[in-house]
Antibody, heavy 122, light 110 residues
Framework: QVQLVESGGGVVQPGRSLRLSCVDS????????MHWVRQSPGKGPEWLAV????????DYADSVRGRFTISRDNSKKTLYLQMDSLRVDDTAIYYC???????????????WGQGSLVTVSS | QSALTQPASVSGSPEESITISCTGT?????????VSWYQQHPGKAPQLLIY???KRPSGVPNRFSGSKSGNTASLTISGLQSEDEAEYYC??????????FGPGTKVTVL
């Protein structure tokens, strides 16, 4: 069974950086695109970024493009989110999610991590 | 980026059927069969209910079903149960490598 475990969250001042990690305990990490999704307190989820299976292609939501960088190390079965120039409104629970691929379907999240809380505050 | 719309809340009595709509545009829901639905209980991560507009993962009860017409996707819960009280989110590919969530619908079981 796939298990995604995030780490790296915490309290950080505005303007500073933080890097989140997401480790996949399964055996098929390198065969699936991976995403980051966040959820601010009391709000719905917000899609942030996606990275291809081989790590060569990434796409970002407008809200984080240019500040956040998604990357992966398939040898370590680990997904990363480098967050720079953090703002107060980046405060949220950050989830990594594995994209499913089934019978021609794609672009959905079959597995989610438990989430990592990032609080941006002075 | 595009935005999807969902009703803020839907309610129903046990065993009733309810439908949650998710309206987008011809750039997202209307143009791609890449719509999925997620259920979220308080304090938990979202869980996949429906993918590819109509497909249901193993383990998801068959009272959950999905459909799409034009720019609107729908999630139907047939035979509402108390444990279905939760927040429901639609999610769609939005062209150009981007994706978007709906704002969510709170389902209340009366």
């Amino acid at each position: 069974q796939v298990q995604l475990v995030e780490s790296g969250g915490g309290v950080v001042q505005p303007g500073r950086s933080l890097r989140l990690s997401c480790v996949d305990s399964g055996f098929t990490f390198s065969t699936h695109p991976m995403h980051w999704v966040r959820q601010s307190p009391g709000k719905g989820p917000e899609w942030l970024a996606v990275i291809s299976k081989d790590g060569n292609n990434q796409d970002y939501a407008d809200s984080v493009r240019g500040r956040f960088t998604i990357s992966r190390d398939n040898s370590k079965k680990t997904l990363y989110l480098q967050m720079d120039s953090l703002r107060v409104d980046d405060t949220a629970i950050y989830y990594c999610a594995r994209e499913g691929m089934d019978s021609g379907s794609w672009g959905y999240f079959e597995f989610w991590g438990q989430g990592s809380l990032v609080t941006v505050s002075s | 980026q595009s935005a999807l719309t969902q009703p803020a809340s839907v309610s129903g009595s046990p065993e009733e059927s309810i439908t949650i709509s998710c309206t987008g545009t011809s750039s997202d829901v209307g143009n791609w069969n890449v719509v999925s639905w997620y259920q979220q209980h308080p304090g938990k991560a979202p869980q996949l209910l429906i993918y590819g507009v109509t497909k249901r993962p193993s383990g998801v009860p068959n009272r959950f079903s999905g459909s799409k017409s034009g720019n609107t996707a729908s999630l139907t819960i047939s035979g509402l149960q108390s444990e279905d009280e939760a927040e429901y989110y639609c999610f769609s590919y939005a062209s150009g490598g981007l994706y978007v969530f709906g704002p969510g619908t709170k389902v209340t079981v009366l």
